[in-house]
């Protein structure tokens, strides 16, 4: 998020499976100050943040039929 000016968003995700990570915790949701600079300030644990992060499980079957996949090597920005 890179904001014109400072905002507070709130983010919720739409996730049909189980949350295993996240970052910062999520407690049903994230709620941040946003700087133009791109960084977070979590709302609950005033913390600064530069990113925000999840990972979870699913017994969502993904169409992987179309689209592409770059090799993780290729995806660093030189």
Do not use: H
Request: glycine share 8%; aromatic share 14%.
């Amino acid at each position: 998020m890179y904001p014109k000016s400072q905002q507070t968003v709130s983010v919720k995700l739409e996730y049909k499976g189980k949350l295993t990570c996240t970052y910062p915790e999520y407690n049903d949701g994230w709620k941040v100050k946003a700087q133009p600079d791109g960084t977070l300030t979590n709302i609950s644990d005033n913390r600064e943040y530069s990113y925000l992060y999840w990972e979870g499980v699913s017994n969502i079957k993904w169409d992987m039929s179309k689209g592409f996949v770059i090799k993780g090597n290729e995806t660093e920005i030189k």
